[in-house]
């Protein structure tokens, strides 16, 4: 897929293809229509007619495809085989969609590529598709076009914290349909907070019975002062049974799941349930207030990695994810330095300060983490102290975080505050606008995020980067709609700069197919922002 040209605003597909050439008909689905699919594509065919079934009524059979067949009035799905021999091998995610007004062909070399040629086909049908409910004397029909699309980034990723705010499992699935929608592969899932334990560990009942739960929740922004706060009980988790079935929904649309267990700091609930893990033994409570707490794991205490280590496991054989993230970021080194416990481990490890024992702490879970076959990815303060051997960074506060583990050979996915934090509001007019943390980050700048840093190509170390990921941090969400609010269509913004190719982005040619793209939310009943351009 070399020398491609860019995409017209004709053809409303977010993210934009790579290519795309625009032909004269349509075709049209009907009852006699059938999808035909190679062997190895059959699931992804099933699940293109579970999509089209509810809205147009149209019982669409699956079949096998056979090389026979020229599928002429139907949709066929090919598996394409491509070799280390060929002079431009296809991309496993990549696709072609070819509509003709006899025909219907995706092809790809994997079935990942095939979902991702189909979500573009999706985009092609009118909005209503989406609906639950038959549409009345509707017509299904695609404009002719011919598509050629591969992706920019590997890691294409959405964030959600359900740690400060608990977020039903109903909402987690929605959450990831809409991923799946935008082509995007990564759902980073914030699972404990100092406000919150939301994984039932099968070891440590008390983490769900105890540190699942605050006695209340602050009201109003962390800087008001008086600081009031609501009375209420808040809590939830996510038993193993949920996360079972997340994981398989998420992995049916191509999504892997990286959990995310914090360490050594933003860990007080932890300490509430197992007062005997920090460093001052308590007592400790689920924290009420936003903002981390000075009490962390304590590194000197070996219950401390014995716990975390039995935690791991469990986390392990729930998750497949080749990543395992463990946060390290914000760890106050206070109470470590009037540790006893610490202290003596730091002399005994030969460290010269704290700083270096976060970089012990981190290195020993990620020998963990290796020995059993996983990779450990942090936020950038993993590098404080050095950098344990294998880990990826996340980088969040700016780039440079990113740029030196590029640089020391580490892979890297980009997390700026400055372009991916969606908590973040969305007009300097805030009181016009529902909570938020603070800044201001408009739809415009999310989409002007450029994830590759000029000094790595320039440094021959680009390919370092694995890609970027939006965050969606909970202090001031909540509920699943005002989460909605504040991640649509700034995600769906993203979704284009880790896809498309940097080459003939255009603002003004996003906001062309977004007024396309945002009817698809309404019928998909996104609690989208609206838009302050005249489209």
Known sequence: ???????????????????????SGHFTITESSCIYASEGALAEAKFLAEVIRPSSGLEIAVKTLSQECDCKGHISLALIRTTDDDDDPMDD??????????NVKIKAATAKGLFYGIQSLLQLLPPNIFR????????????CVGIEDTPRFKWRGMHLDSGRHFMPKEFVLKLIDLMAFHKLNSFHWHLT???????????YPKLTEISAWRDETLIGHHRNNPRVFDGRRHGGFYSQDDIREVVAYAA???????????????????????????????????????HFSEDVFCAGN????????????????????????????????????????????IQNENL??????????????ESFLNENGRSLIGWDEILEGGLAPNATVMSWRGTEGGIQAANEGHSVVFAPASHTYLDHCQTDDVFAEPLAIGGNLPLEKVYSYEPMPEELLTAGKGHHVLGAQGQLWSEYFPNPKHVEYMAFPRLTALSEVVWSPREGKSFENFLGRLDSHLKRLDVLDVNYRRLDHKL
């Not at 995610?93 to 006899?102: G, R």
């Not at 639950?132 to 404009?143: L, R, Y």
């Open 302 to 345: 070996e219950a401390t990695f014995t716990f975390l280590q039995n935690v791991l496991t469990e986390v392990m054989e729930l998750f497949p994810s080749k990543y395992i993230h463990i946060g390290g970021d914000e760890c106050p080194k206070a109470r470590w330095k009037e540790c006893s416990k610490c202290q003596k481990r």
């Open 1 to 23: 897929m070399k020398g491609l040209t860019a995409t017209t605003n004709r053809i409303a597909i977010i993210p934009r293809p790579v290519r795309v050439e625009e032909k």
């Open 252 to 290: 049916r649309r191509h999504i892997t799941v990286v959990p995310e267990i914090e360490m050594p700091g933003h860990t007080v609930a932890v300490l509430a349930a197992y007062p005997e893990l920090g460093c001052t033994n308590g007592p400790y409570q689920v924290r009420t207030m936003w």
């Open 132 to 143: 639950k409910a038959m549409v009345k004397d509707a017509t299904w029909t695609i404009p």
């Open 193 to 203: 907070e100092d406000q919150g334990w939301r994984i039932e560990i099968k070891a």
């Open 93 to 102: 995610e990549a696709y072609t969609l070819d509509v003709s007004e006899c």
């Open 352 to 365: 010269k300060d704290e700083h270096e024992l976060q970089s012990y702490f981190i290195k020993r879970i």
